[in-house]
């Protein structure tokens, strides 16, 4: 299996957006509650979820990454592979993998709990109650395999 790399430049340019935004969502938290001292509160547990979920995300893709590495030679695999959308922003693949049966885009993730999935409704199970997703991962990878065609 090869390794896929990309431009350190993207890369950074990349980090820089996605600070921009968690920078942009604390500031969304802090307006919310004014200052008031819960709020300093709020904006650390927002950020302790943002870290871990990161952790998590780069522990399944690392571990998918390993599995998937038994592949043969001739195929290609990156994590975290940048690429631009039609709207002139870069958006992330989780693992892109080329070879002799194709091209494929995988969208991972480390989700705890019950979920469901019927076409492109997702749905989260909280107690008794089924609670549909906003952002699937259907939705993201179709919007992946459009923004690689381009």
Known sequence: ???ISQSPDLKTF??????KKKASQT???YARVENN??????VGV?????FRNQVQGNIGESFIALLLSQLPK??????NILIPTRSQKLTEIDLLIVGTKGIFLMEIKTWKGSFSAYADRWKRREGSRWIPLQ???TQQSLYHQKAFQI
């Not at 990349?14 to 600070?19: P, T």
């Not at 927002?46 to 943002?50: D, S």
């Open 46 to 50: 927002h950020q302790f979820k943002n």
């Open 37 to 42: 001292p819960l709020g300093y509160f709020a």
């Open 14 to 19: 990349f980090a820089q957006e996605i600070e």
């Open 135 to 137: 952002n699937s991962p």
């Open 27 to 29: 500031q969304e938290i």
């Open 1 to 3: 299996m090869q390794k």
């Open 74 to 79: 001739t195929w290609a695999m990156g994590k």
